[in-house]
C-alpha cells in the first residue's frame, strides 16, 4: 500500500510542485510569446530565488544559484561572439561573401553548391548569424543580376549554416550549453572535433537533400522589393515652397500636382512652420505652403532634363525649390536587438527622427502598405525604407535592422585580416590539441582580437547577444533547481515507467532525438538544451548504459531545426527576405527532418557505443 501512495506523496513535495508550476508557465510563455525568451529565463530565476527552491550560495548539502554563473558554456558563447565580430570587422567574413560572387556563377544549381558550402565551412568556426547577415545582401543582389529567385537561394543558406554548426563542438551555442551541463554530472568533456564524423555525414546528406528533393520543394516567390514596383534606382527628395501666383493656390493638391505627376509621392505639407495632418484629396494647397515630394522614374528624369526644378508641363505653377536630396532604398529585417520591437513607427517618431520613409512592410508573406505609421513591429519584420543615404547608413549602424540591400561597410584593413584569422585559427588549434579548456581558450582568443584592435571594446560589447548568455543563465538555473527538487528524477522516473525496464536503449535515444527536435522547432533551441541535458543523463543512469549516445543524440536533435521560421535565427533572417510563407519551411524542413533523425538513430550508437 505505501509502494502505491508514495509517488503522490512525492508529488506533494512543495519544492517540486512549485518547480512543476514554474515548467509549466515558462513553456506556455515560450510558447505564447509573453514575453522575449530571456526575460522569461531571467523570470524564472528570480522565482526559484524567492520561493527558496535554490538557496543563493552553496550550502553542505545544495548548490546555489549563483554556481550557474560558473558554467563554462554561457562565457564561451559570449567569446565566440567576439571572435566572431572580429572576423567580420576585419572582413574576413565579407572577403567571403565576395569570394562567393566570383565563383557562384548563374546557374542555380552550382550557386546553391558553393553557397552552401561556404555558409556550412564558415559555420563550422564562427557564429552563423553574422555569417548569414553578410551573405544575405550579397545573395540577393547575385540574384537580382542572374534572374534566380531569392526564395530558392536563402533556405538552402539558412540550412547549411545549421549543418555546418553541427561538425564542431563550437559551431553551435547548444553543443557548448550541453556540454557545459554535462561536465557538472560528470560527465568527460567533448573534443573539438568529437563530433565532426557524425556532423560531416548529416551536412553531406542535408545537401544532397537540398539540391535533389529540397531544391523541387522551395518555392519560386518574390521578395519584397521585387513585389514593389523599384524599376527606378534613383529617386529624389525634394521640397518646394507655393509662390502666390502659382496655379496650385487655391485647389486641391490631387486634382493639380498629383494629377499631372502621378508616380510623385507627397510625405507632408507644412503651413506657416506646421504639419497639415489633413488627408491629401482635401488639402487645398495655399500660398507659401511647403510640399515635400518624392519624384520617381520618369518625372525625375523630366526634372534633371529641365534644369533640375521646371516642371515643363505646369511653367504657371511657380514652384520655387528649397531643398534637393538623393533618396536610396533599403530592404532590412527588424534584429532581435532592435528597440522597434513590438512599437510602432509612429511611437517611436520613426519619420522625424530618421528623416526616412516606410514603403512597406512584409510578414509572413503578407505585403503591409496601408497604416504602416500604426502597425506594431515584430522581429523578423522587413521593411522597405526610402531615405538619404548617410541616414540609411546611421539607422543600419544602430543595429536596429540588418540590411538586406547593402552588406555591412566595414573597413578591411589586410593585415587585421590575418590577424583575425591568424586567432582564430590559434583557437581551432588550441581545442584540437586540448591545450587547455575550450572556455578558457575562447576568453583568450576573445581578448586578443581586442588587444590587437580586431574589435574596439565597445564593439566586443555590442557583439554579444547578451539575451542568449541570460537566456542560458535563466534556463541553468532552473534546470538546476529541477535536479536538487527531485523533479528532474521524477521525470525521469515517470518516462522509464513508460519505456519500461528492459526498454532498448536505441528506442531511448530515438525518442531523445525527436523530443529534442519538436521541441527546438517551437521554443529556444537553447532553453531545450539546459532543461533537457539533466533528464538525458538521468534516463541513461537509470537504464545502466553510458549517457554518452544520449547527449550526441541532443546535441544534433537541438540543432534539427528546418521544419519552423521561428526554431533558429538564421531561419528568421531568410524568413522575410526571401518572401515565404511559414508554410514553406515545414515542407522543405520536414522531410529533412525525418531524414537525419533516422540517420541519428542508426549512426550515434555506432560511435558512440552504449
Known amino acids: 500500500m505505501l509502494d502505491l501512495i508514495q509517488p503522490f506523496i512525492s508529488f506533494l513535495d512543495l ?68 571572435l566572431s565580430a572580429g ?73 547549411a549554416s545549421i549543418l555546418g554548426g553541427t561538425c564542431t563542438l563550437t559551431g553551435t551555442s547548444t553543443n557548448l550549453i550541453i556540454d557545459g551541463v554535462a561536465q557538472e554530472y560528470d560527465q568527460p568533456a567533448f573534443g573539438m572535433f568529437e563530433l565532426t564524423k557524425l556532423g560531416l555525414i548529416y551536412a553531406l546528406i542535408g545537401f544532397v537533400y537540398l539540391l535533389t528533393i529540397g531544391r523541387k520543394l522551395l518555392p519560386a516567390r518574390s521578395s519584397l522589393s521585387e513585389l514593389l514596383d523599384t524599376s527606378s534606382d534613383r529617386r529624389f527628395l525634394t521640397q518646394f515652397e507655393v509662390e502666390p501666383e502659382s496655379a496650385l493656390v487655391g485647389k486641391p493638391l490631387t486634382d493639380t500636382l498629383l494629377k499631372n505627376f502621378p508616380t510623385a509621392s507627397v510625405h507632408e505639407v507644412k503651413r506657416r512652420g506646421r504639419v497639415l495632418q489633413t488627408p491629401l484629396n482635401k488639402l487645398v494647397v495655399r500660398e507659401r505652403d511647403r510640399i515635400l515630394i518624392t519624384l520617381h522614374g ?123 584569422v591568424g586567432i582564430a585559427l590559434a583557437f581551432v588549434l588550441g581545442a584540437s590539441f586540448k591545450v587547455m579548456g575550450i572556455p578558457a581558450l575562447a576568453i583568450l582568443a576573445a581578448i586578443a582580437m581586442i588587444l590587437c584592435r580586431c574589435v574596439t571594446t565597445t564593439q566586443a560589447y555590442q557583439a554579444v547577444q547578451w539575451n542568449i548568455v541570460f537566456l542560458i543563465f535563466g534556463m541553468l538555473a532552473l534546470g538546476l533547481a529541477m535536479d536538487q527538487s527531485g523533479a528532474a528524477q521524477q521525470l525521469v522516473s515517470g518516462i522509464m515507467s513508460i519505456f519500461g525496464e528492459k526498454a532498448a536503449p536505441m528506442v531511448v535515444l530515438s525518442v531523445i ?88 538513430t542508426f549512426l550515434v550508437p555506432v560511435f558512440w557505443p552504449f
Open 513 to 600: 532525438y525527436l523530443l529534442s527536435s519538436i521541441l527546438t522547432e517551437l521554443i529556444s533551441n537553447n532553453a531545450v538544451a539546459a532543461l533537457l541535458t539533466p533528464i538525458v543523463i538521468g534516463i541513461a543512469q537509470q537504464l545502466d548504459v553510458d549517457a554518452r549516445p544520449f547527449i550526441v543524440a541532443m546535441m544534433f536533435g537541438c540543432s534539427a531545426s528546418f521544419a519552423t521560421p521561428i526554431g533558429y535565427q538564421t531561419n528568421t533572417y531568410v524568413y522575410g527576405a526571401g518572401g515565404y510563407k511559414f508554410t514553406d519551411f515545414p515542407k522543405v524542413g520536414v522531410p529533412l527532418n525525418l531524414l537525419l533523425w533516422i540517420v541519428a
Open 298 to 420: 520618369t518625372s525625375f528624369q523630366r526634372l534633371k532634363e529641365s534644369a533640375g526644378v521646371r516642371f515643363e508641363e505646369q511653367k504657371d505653377m511657380h514652384l520655387r525649390k528649397l531643398e534637393e536630396r538623393e533618396l536610396k532604398m533599403m530592404e532590412a529585417i527588424i534584429g532581435p536587438r532592435s528597440t522597434l520591437v513590438g512599437r510602432t513607427l509612429e511611437q517611436v517618431g520613426f519619420r522625424r527622427l530618421h528623416g526616412i520613409n516606410v514603403l512597406a512592410i512584409h510578414r509572413q508573406n503578407r505585403n503591409l502598405r496601408k497604416n504602416l505609421s500604426k502597425v506594431r513591429l515584430e522581429y523578423g519584420d522587413t521593411l522597405l525604407m526610402e531615405g538619404p543615404p548617410d541616414a540609411l547608413a546611421e539607422l543600419q549602424g544602430e543595429h536596429q535592422f540588418i540590411s538586406m540591400t547593402d552588406p555591412p561597410e566595414i573597413k578591411v584593413d589586410p593585415t587585421k585580416v590575418w590577424i583575425g
Open 15 to 82: 519544492k517540486i510542485v512549485a518547480i512543476y508550476i514554474i515548467l509549466t508557465v515558462v513553456v506556455v510563455a515560450f510558447f505564447r510569446e509573453w514575453g522575449t525568451p530571456d526575460l522569461v529565463a531571467i523570470a524564472a530565476m528570480g522565482a526559484v530565488l524567492l520561493l527558496g527552491i535554490l538557496p543563493l550560495t552553496d550550502t553542505d548539502t545544495e548548490r546555489g544559484l549563483l554556481s550557474v554563473f560558473s558554467n563554462g558554456a554561457p562565457i564561451t558563447i559570449a567569446c565566440m561572439f567576439v
Open 87 to 159: 572576423l567580420e570587422r576585419t572582413g574576413a567574413i565579407d572577403a567571403m561573401g565576395r569570394f562567393f560572387t566570383k565563383v557562384a556563377g548563374q546557374s542555380e544549381l552550382r550557386v546553391l553548391l558553393v553557397l552552401m558550402l561556404m555558409g556550412a565551412v564558415l559555420s563550422a568556426f564562427v557564429n552563423n548569424t553574422p555569417i548569414v547577415v553578410v551573405f544575405l545582401p550579397i545573395v540577393l543582389a547575385h540574384a537580382r543580376a542572374t534572374k534566380l529567385r531569392a526564395s530558392k537561394l536563402l533556405i538552402p543558406l539558412s540550412f
